[in-house]
């Protein structure tokens, strides 16, 4: 399955932005999708995952209450909805597919898209 993240822009602290991830080669309707994001010298971390069903979701304990993450099997598409972004969310941010939403949050999907990257200025 092949990602394609799109979305980033640069954006002011407060304000919002929301990611795409479209997928293509086959359906990820049966996948859990997620979303990491790598700052500049830091490494990859996990942002949040949602299940193949949507119905239940996960997130890393700094953008919890402020982002959300859905999708639509439908569409082939995930999303992740970021609100009240700050400058330390500044970072590439990735999309990825796994079998399972534990192996997303844990970093260990089987797909990964190409990054796109979000610049938050204060």
């Known amino acids: 399955v092949q990602l394609q993240a799109s979305g980033g822009g640069l954006v002011q602290a407060g304000g919002s932005l929301r990611l795409s991830c479209a997928a293509s080669?086959?359906?990820?309707?049966?996948?859990?999708m997620g979303w990491f994001r790598q700052a500049p010298g830091k490494e990859r971390e996990f942002v949040a995952a949602?299940?193949?069903?949507?119905?239940?979701?996960d997130y890393t304990d700094s953008v919890k209450g402020r982002f959300t993450i859905s999708r639509d099997n439908a569409k082939n598409t995930c999303w992740l909805q970021m609100n009240s972004v700050k400058p330390e969310d500044t970072a590439v941010y990735y999309c990825?597919?796994?079998?399972?939403?534990?192996?997303?949050?844990?970093?260990?999907?089987?797909?990964w898209g190409q990054g796109t990257l979000v610049t938050v200025s204060s």
């Open positions: 080669g086959r359906t990820v309707s049966t996948y859990a």
């Open positions: 990825a597919a796994g079998n399972t939403i534990r192996t997303v949050v844990t970093g260990q999907p089987h797909s």
């Open positions: 949602i299940t193949w069903t949507g119905s239940s979701t």
